[in-house]
């Protein structure tokens, strides 16, 4: 079975990153720190940091690297424990694995989770993990679409389908 790719087009991204800003700024809970969750949420958290003038930080989860993203959510887990407000964004809540690791790491090393919140542009509503800011909700029982997100798509149409193919839970 092939995947179904879908190339969000530019114009959308910039609207739907617009919008979580807008809710955000709307909000009477405003974040210190915009925090990227790499790979997928670092270009939306670089754009939403400078539609809210923020300082941006970033987390490299995607990377695989033993300890190293660990490390650095020990360090932003200090800074909600001292009274900073996080802002942490992704591309796409799919189906929580990220969020809720990152959650976990955060209160394993001591973080003050009212100081947490949580953006995506994309937000599955079969999702294990809830955010607190999103731009669009899918419903992953009637979406099978594979999301190729503005920056993915410099990538070749091969890379992107294998990398859909290698979660075929999410296509099913």
């Given at each position: 079975?092939?995947p179904?790719?879908?190339y969000?087009?530019?114009?959308?991204f910039?609207?739907?990153?617009r919008?979580?800003?807008?809710s955000?700024?709307?909000?009477?809970?405003?974040?210190?720190?915009?925090?990227?969750?790499?790979?997928?949420?670092?270009?939306?958290?670089?754009?939403?940091?400078h539609?809210?003038?923020l300082?941006?930080?970033?987390i490299?989860?995607?990377?695989?690297?033993?300890?190293?993203a660990?490390?650095l959510?020990?360090?932003?887990?200090?800074?909600?424990?001292?009274?900073?407000?996080?802002?942490?964004?992704?591309?796409?809540?799919?189906?929580?694995?990220?969020?809720?690791?990152?959650?976990k790491?955060?209160?394993?090393?001591g973080?003050d989770?009212?100081?947490?919140?949580?953006?995506?542009?994309?937000?599955?509503?079969?999702?294990?993990?809830?955010?607190?800011y999103r731009?669009?909700t899918?419903?992953?029982?009637s979406?099978?679409?594979?999301?190729?997100?503005?920056w993915?798509?410099?990538?070749?149409?091969?890379t992107?389908?294998?990398?859909?193919l290698?979660?075929?839970e999410?296509?099913?």
């Amino acid at each position: 079975m092939s995947p179904d790719l879908y190339y969000i087009p530019y114009d959308t991204f910039l609207a739907d990153v617009r919008a979580v800003a807008a809710s955000v700024a709307q909000g009477d809970w405003q974040p210190e720190f915009v925090i990227g969750i790499g790979r997928g949420g670092l270009v939306p958290a670089v754009f939403i940091s400078h539609q809210l003038n923020l300082p941006m930080l970033s987390i490299d989860h995607s990377s695989k690297v033993a300890d190293f993203a660990d490390e650095l959510l020990g360090k932003v887990a200090r800074k909600s424990a001292g009274g900073e407000r996080l802002l942490f964004v992704d591309d796409i809540n799919d189906t929580g694995g990220t969020i809720d690791h990152i959650r976990k790491a955060l209160t394993d090393a001591g973080c003050d989770s009212g100081n947490l919140r949580f953006a995506v542009v994309m937000d599955n509503v079969r999702s294990k993990a809830r955010v607190d800011y999103r731009a669009q909700t899918i419903d992953r029982n009637s979406d099978k679409r594979w999301f190729v997100f503005p920056w993915e798509a410099v990538g070749t149409a091969a890379t992107i389908t294998q990398e859909a193919l290698s979660v075929p839970e999410r296509l099913a």
